[in-house]
């Protein structure tokens, strides 16, 4: 069984920062992908960030371009955002998920069957 546990989020003034993370465990897993996705109130999921763990490559959403920054331990199946110069727009239920993901396409959800609970990042203006 695969367990995914993110942590991390808060509250925070706008241009504040937040640093979230995630691990995932269990003997069966075996995905080469780590993403992070948000979901705001009244607006769909959305891509933020991922990281292909078998070499670190990492994709950004447009939105979050040289604000957030997704990085993973040596471990590999741990991973952090870091979140710095944040807006009230990103205030989101942050998720992270894992899965064996084609390159190209790490922002489309249903390519991850491994997800975390999630964790609530609140920015204030």
């Known amino acids: 069984q695969v367990h995914v546990v993110e942590s991390g989020g808060g509250s925070v003034q706008a241009g504040g920062s937040l640093r979230l993370s995630c691990a995932v465990s269990?003997?069966?897993?075996?995905?080469?992908?780590m993403g992070w996705f948000r979901r705001a109130p009244g607006k769909e999921r959305e891509g933020v960030a991922a990281?292909?763990?078998?070499?670190?490559?990492?994709y950004y959403a447009d939105s979050v371009k040289g604000r957030f920054t997704i990085s993973q331990e040596d471990a590999k199946n741990t991973v952090y955002l870091q979140m710095n110069s944040l807006k009230p727009e990103d205030t989101a239920m942050y998720y992270c998920?894992?899965?064996?993901?084609?390159?190209?396409?790490?922002?489309?959800?249903?390519?991850?069957?491994?997800w975390g609970q999630g964790t609530q990042v609140t920015v204030s203006s």
């Open positions: 998920a894992a899965d064996w993901v084609p390159r190209g396409i790490w922002y489309h959800a249903p390519y991850y069957n491994y």
């Open positions: 269990g003997s069966t897993y075996s995905g080469n992908c």
């Open positions: 990281i292909y763990t078998g070499d670190g490559s990492t």
